[in-house]
């Protein structure tokens, strides 16, 4: 089976050119910046006022899992692996940062972790397989806080500190899609900051080293707030200012050593801020696509030229495939991206 990149152009605009993306209907007007893809009939998504919900028929219908006692949390992130695990992290400072775990498909919910430290905020959650996982947040005592299981979430450990460069001053992570830690391989792992930078470990998460990107970073509000990765080497990294969301300009980075060096594309970049980027997993020519409130962009050639996909906002997004990406937002907003399935000769 050959897949063109006519055809990857068509897959993006399926329906029209202004805008491509398939509204679906949530059941909900909480903001969402949550979502997990599994299958084309399995996703989950989450966000404010404790929401969490989960689609088994492809998005046709979306039914709210309830967390006990969780009205007050925000949900940031969530990782699915089937119709019934998943794991959502919500953020906050203190006991506010919390993860939670279900393996009945959101009939019940074990809170799998409570953030003991009063000073401490979760930022993402990222798994390499349902017992292999970390946890992001912002620097306590000076240094990102990396939290760990081997175990599905029956425990979790704090890294050794010493396994962690140094914070510069002011800097965190932006907690805007919970793609601003992702994973890969067998130990790979990544996380993005507010000064630009991005930290890199290919043990598990035990040991860092941290490396600059040209994206901007010149306000509280700038830096890098997602990656994306589809091998090793090969990354990407999206931001910008969140208070400029139509401000574009230095928004994206490349690697091609997996993260150790960083440099611009040579063309054309997304139009604002973007808080959220996925590669798109089975495609020929590795397409990528981002999503940011002022609207969402694609790239056919591993992010060397964005160009423009449609004006609706998002703040996340990922994809399981061809044909299968969804994107979330504000006022519970679901979208899903439907195009054409290839042929066989």
Request: glycine residues 14%.
């Amino acid at each position: 089976m050959c897949i063109t990149i006519l055809f990857l152009v068509c897959l993006l605009f399926p329906e029209s050119p202004s805008d491509p993306w398939i509204a679906q209907e949530s059941g909900t007007t909480h903001r969402l910046r949550g979502i997990s893809v599994v299958t084309d009939q399995i996703a989950w998504a989450s966000g404010a006022g404790g929401t969490i919900l989960r689609t088994v028929d492809g998005g046709n219908t979306w039914e709210r899992k309830t967390v006990p006692d969780a009205d007050l949390l925000d949900f940031r992130d969530i990782q699915a692996f089937d119709a019934n695990r998943a794991y959502a992290l919500a953020i906050g400072l203190g006991a506010s940062s919390q993860i939670v775990k279900t393996t009945d498909g959101g009939t019940s919910w074990n809170r799998s972790f409570i953030n003991p430290d009063h000073d401490g905020f979760f930022d993402a959650l990222a798994f390499w397989d349902a017992d292999h996982g970390l946890v992001l947040g912002d620097p306590v005592g000076g240094r990102f806080v990396i939290l760990t299981t081997n175990d599905g979430g029956s425990s979790w450990s704090r890294i050794d500190s010493i396994g962690m460069p140094e914070a510069l001053p002011g800097e965190g992570a932006f907690a805007a899609s919970g793609t601003c830690l992702v994973v890969l391989g067998p130990d790979h792992a990544w996380f993005g900051t507010s000064r630009g930078r991005v930290f890199r470990s290919s043990d598990r998460g035990q040991t860092w080293t941290v490396h600059q990107t040209p994206i901007r970073a010149d306000s509280p509000s700038a830096g890098v707030f997602s990656l994306s990765f589809r091998d090793t080497d090969h990354g990407v990294a999206l931001g910008g200012d969140f208070e400029q969301p139509d401000q574009p300009g230095q928004s994206v980075a490349l690697t091609s050593d997996g993260g150790r060096s960083w440099r611009l594309p040579r063309g054309a970049e997304p139009g604002g801020y973007r808080s959220a980027v996925v590669v798109i997993p089975g495609t020929e020519h590795p397409s990528l696509i981002t999503v940011g409130p002022s609207g969402s962009d694609h790239s056919l050639d591993q992010g060397e030229t964005w160009t423009p996909l449609g004006n609706t906002g998002f703040h996340a997004v990922d994809a399981a495939g061809l044909n299968l990406v969804w994107a979330v937002g504000e006022d519970g907003r679901i979208s899903r991206l439907l195009g054409v399935r290839p042929t066989t000769p």
